[in-house]
């Protein structure tokens, strides 16, 4: 995959991009937000989550009013730094359900940071779903769960 262009001077050039989420009746449910381009902030040189919830925060939601039109919700990854700082608050929760990686989700301090924002209207999403029992307070709190069908057998599946 070819890679922006980048800044000679080192210095960050990230956009959103955005992939379209189905529910089980094949109708469109909303969209999930990710971080392209390329950042210096990050040892990958790619955006992170947390990185993509401020810009998203700091925007006060421009655009999110329209891919959320019709009642689709907007699906935005938050990080560990980001749920700790409460950045999702910055977002309409009409509009929001914030995505965690199953792996950081799974941590006691933040399911109790995901279960305020439930109870404040955000929806809540976690990708990277492996059925780890030690996740099941997370897996009860999710509207929507992530699965990467293109890696696991249909059988699986």
């Not at 959320?68 to 919700?73: D, L, Q, S, V």
């Not at 399911?111 to 099941?136: H, M, P, Q, W």
């Amino acid at each position: 995959m070819p890679h922006p262009p980048s800044d000679p001077s080192g210095a960050s050039s990230v956009a959103v991009g955005r992939q379209p989420v189905f529910d089980a009746k094949r109708r469109l449910w909303g969209y999930e937000l990710f971080g392209v381009g390329r950042s210096a902030e990050t040892a990958s040189g790619l955006p992170d989550a947390d990185a993509l919830a401020v810009q998203l925060a700091a925007g006060a939601g421009i655009g999110l009013q329209e891919l959320a039109a019709g009642g689709r919700r907007v699906l935005v990854p938050v990080g560990e730094k980001s749920l700790r700082d409460r950045v999702p608050y910055a977002l309409p929760p009409a509009l929001v359900a914030v995505t965690v990686p199953e792996d950081l989700g799974c941590r006691p301090e933040a399911v109790a940071a995901l279960e305020a924002l439930k109870t404040d209207g955000y929806g809540i999403a976690v990708s990277g779903f492996n059925g780890r029992s030690a996740c099941a307070p997370l897996y009860r709190l999710a509207d929507v769960i992530g699965i990467d069908a293109g890696r696991r057998p249909l059988e699986e599946l």
